[in-house]
């Protein structure tokens, strides 16, 4: 399986684009102005210096994130509305399939959540609008609130595009496996194929609960017209409460040379994982199969080995883990207070030095090197002795 | 000092955790609204400050250029820097915001800060020994320390330091007498050295050497007016802190009184060690809130803006244990500051005699000597504190 949340891509471009535009035509190049933005006010983005004052005049110029303005709002089902959003220009574009962080403040509390574009490429590039779809979240922190805040002509922050390319390739054929929003990503690949004009054949298996949940259904109509080769099976899975009909192996039979078809899966991770099951038993070949692993919570993690003694040099504070935190819950529990954002190892705000020792990333599995790195914080634990810089 | 039973000390933290709790809860769009207000009005001022500095061939604009930068600066390092680095806003998760990132605009590395003065000043606060914030290490203000020839002249010292306050903090952590003494060596410190000499270099190259030349026919104007400014900064924050630590009544404490200590004797350490003024709200926010020297050292991550709030509360919990609130009016304490410097500067003999307020001694001799005081200042002040005791 692919891993295809891919950070680094989003925030190298994420980092200093901002005011390469303005500065970078004045004179000096751009590493010289940084320099010497940094002498003259003391930080390492010498741009958000006059965020206070230029914010006041006119929001959309804030450099500390991309402000993007809300153009419409529309209600999708009873629990999820879609965003149309206006950004600064300066923001960089997307690829079908990636997603971004809403950044917003919320009783004086900056949050960074993480959604994915929900129309295709040529959106923004024809008349500078993207959308993004939002479901709440029951009981969440932000969700609930996002959909009730923000009304038309309201800034909001949001980042650069980042995530797997997903930008539909002609003549494969395709399996899209979808549960609740995360047919938000597929929407859009499904957009940039019609775009493209692309005769791939491809079946949408769509799960939702019931009829009323279905997100995207005009567009998925509207889609349907301008892809002939589309197959579109929208499965109600609980809208009979007696004939639950959720995935199986029956809907897969169904799809016409399964085993042919580049498959990907978005949506919650139970059913991502069964379907990853479900189509290894099939006999797709693993390299066919990406996922968008996109609704995972802290959790609780069961690694063998994991856990071991974690030193936080700066404050010098030590502490034995068992392995079933992340080290961004164990700082945080020892006292400490860690930059952090999204804490699912997407945005970076919690990224640390580790001098020495070993970290498992739980959610690739794979163990760190010995030696000084930057980690995050949020999606490591420890296995051995490990020393932060915190 | 004074003293509490173990049961008060235990009382007297539960007391303070539960204003800190009910506080902490607080926290929302009031405080970062108050902090983005703070940091418009500080930019304003520094780029109206820079602006007008170039005319500054004509007096009021000199006049008002400077004003102008040194309250910029005031609030940059008092009321947001400090305030910033101590956590108060950590809370919001904005990386302009954040303790461990910020940087401010003077000398001093926001990391050397935080170790000297978060740490080790707010840990150990008047512990003679272990916070080398009391007196700087230039300055004997209690008699712990053995007297020297030498302390007769301490007065310049003190004027050096509240001149050149920046530089003073600046090189703090070098610990010159630690390196004098060979406790330390230049090696361990080259880190620091490096670090210094960057973030001195930066400030210096800014004031001195930029923005000057950016204004290259009047710079003589801008480099006198950017001094002007810094020492403006200077003189107000450096009098604002021998304020909250250095007045007549605030308690140093010697390393054995706290070893092993509770959290009760660390708050009651924080509350008799310190010392507020008082004066109108202006003046409370050029000094960071620093004016409640004791609320925020009793609280120091708690947006220092509330402190003014939540004053009234400390004071009960002071009264209900019967320990001192030291607060009094600006000039007022600062005099005191003044005699203290001026009293440990001399022989111990010659100052018992002299100045027999800061004899050690049971509680009740010290109140005996002080309504004995020939001093003007604090016989005013007895005056003062007896009208408000009747009062009250």
């Known amino acids: ?128 609008t993207i959308t993004v779809t939002i479901k709440k979240v029951a009981d969440g922190e932000i969700t609930p609130w ?81 892809l002939p080769n589309l197959e579109l099976r929208i499965v109600a899975a609980e809208q009979d409460p007696q004939n639950p009909d959720h995935l199986g192996p029956h809907h897969l039979q169904a799809v016409e040379g399964l085993t042919e078809r580049d498959c990907f899966l978005c949506g919650p991770p139970g059913l991502m994982k069964h379907a990853q099951n479900l189509l290894a038993d099939a006999g797709v070949p693993e390299e066919q199969v ?76 794979q163990p760190s090197g010995y030696g000084e790195e930057t980690i995050q914080l949020c999606i490591n634990v420890p296995q051995g002795a490990v020393e932060l810089d915190l | ?77 008092m009321e947001i820097g400090h305030n910033v680095m101590h956590g108060q806003y950590d809370w919001m998760n904005d990386p302009e915001l954040n303790s461990q990132t910020y940087e401010w605009d003077t000398i001093c590395t926001a990391d050397s800060w935080k170790r000297t003065h978060n740490y080790e000043h707010h840990t150990y606060t008047n512990v003679i020994g272990k ?11 209690e008699d712990e320390t053995p007297w020297k020839p030498m302390h007769l002249l301490q007065m310049i010292n003190f004027i050096n330091l509240s001149v050149f306050f920046q530089w003073g903090v600046g090189v703090h952590e070098l610990e010159f007498e630690k390196l004098r003494s060979g406790e330390v060596t230049l090696r361990e410190k080259a880190e620091f050295l490096r670090d210094f000499a960057r973030k001195g270099g930066r400030q210096v190259f800014k004031d001195y050497a930029f923005y000057p030349a950016l204004t290259l026919p009047v710079a003589p104007v801008v480099i006198a ?8 900064r200077n003189l107000w924050a450096s009098s604002v802190i021998f304020c909250g630590h250095f007045t007549e009544d605030a308690e140093s404490f010697t390393e054995e009184e706290c070893e092993n200590e509770s959290r009760g004797h660390w708050y009651l350490r924080q509350l008799t060690g310190s010392s507020n003024f008082t004066g109108p709200n202006w003046v409370y926010t050029l000094s960071g809130h620093l004016s409640h020297q004791i609320e925020h050292h009793v609280f120091p991550d708690i947006p220092a803006y509330r402190y003014r709030e939540i004053s009234p509360q400390v004071q009960a919990v002071c009264e209900k244990y019967g320990l001192h609130y030291n607060a009094d009016s600006f000039p007022r304490q600062y005099a005191t500051v003044l005699k203290r410097v001026t009293a440990f500067s001399l022989p111990d003999r010659m100052r018992e005699r002299l100045f027999p307020e800061f004899n050690e001694g049971d509680e009740q001799g010290k109140v005996a000597d002080r309504t004995t005081s020939t001093s003007l200042v604090s016989r005013l002040r007895n005056r003062v504190s007896s009208t408000l005791s009747a009062a009250a």
């Not at chain 1, 940039?192 to 939702?208: G, I, S």
């Not at chain 1, 079933?324 to 529990?333: C, I, K, M, V």
């Not at chain 2, 916070?131 to 203000?141: E, P, S, T």
Request: net charge negative; hydrophobic share 35%.
């Open chain 1, 1 to 128: 399986m692919q891993e295809s949340i891919n950070m680094e891509k989003g925030v190298d471009r994420g980092q200093g684009r901002s005011y390469r535009g303005v500065l970078a035509r004045v004179g000096p190049g751009r590493d010289t102005w940084r320099w010497l933005g940094q002498q003259l006010f003391n930080r390492e983005n010498p741009a958000m210096y006059f965020d206070p004052l230029l914010e006041s005049i006119n929001p959309l110029w804030a450099q500390r994130y991309i402000p993007a303005r809300v153009e419409t709002i529309e209600a999708e089902t009873h629990d999820s509305k879609t965003l149309t959003l206006r950004p600064a220009r300066r923001w960089g574009g997307f690829r079908a399939g990636q997603h971004l962080n809403l950044e917003v403040e919320k009783d004086g509390r900056w949050y960074s959540r993480p959604f994915s574009l929900s129309c295709s490429p040529s959106h923004w590039e024809q008349d500078g």
């Open chain 1, 146 to 226: 996002l959909l009730e805040h923000f009304q038309p002509g309201d800034v909001i922050g949001i980042s650069r595009a980042y995530g797997e390319d997903h930008t539909p390739e002609p003549g494969h054929p395709m399996l899209f496996i979808t549960g609740g929003s995360g047919i938000t990503p597929v929407l859009s690949q499904l957009e940039a194929m019609a775009d493209r004009h692309l005769r791939n054949p491809v079946t949408l298996l769509y799960f939702v609960r019931t009829d009323a949940d279905v997100i995207g259904g005009c567009k998925l109509e509207a889609l349907a017209e301008r």
């Open chain 1, 290 to 365: 990406s996922s968008t692993l996109f609704a995972v919570g802290p959790g609780v993690v069961v690694t063998e080995d994991a856990g071991g003694t974690v030193h936080f040099s700066r404050s010098d504070i030590t502490v034995e883990s068992a392995g079933d935190r992340r080290l961004l819950e164990e700082a945080e529990s020892a006292g400490l207070n860690p930059r952090y954002g999204c804490r699912m190892g997407i945005c970076h705000q919690c990224s640390c030095r580790k001098t020495s020792g070993i970290v498992i990333n739980q959610q690739t599995g």
């Open chain 2, 1 to 77: 000092m004074q003293k509490l039973s173990e049961e008060q000390l235990e009382n007297l933290a539960q007391d303070l955790d539960a204003i800190r709790n009910e506080q902490m809860a607080d926290l929302g769009q009031k405080d970062a609204d108050y902090i983005r207000g703070i940091i418009r009005l500080h930019r304003t001022l520094e780029f109206g400050g820079r602006a007008l500095m170039p005319l500054g061939f004509i007096p009021p604009f000199f006049l008002a250029g400077m004003t102008s930068l040194g309250i910029a600066k005031i609030l940059e390092n």
């Open chain 2, 131 to 141: 916070d080398r914030d009391y007196g700087y290490a230039v300055l004997r203000l």
């Open chain 2, 225 to 232: 007016g950017n001094f002007g400014a810094n020492l403006i």
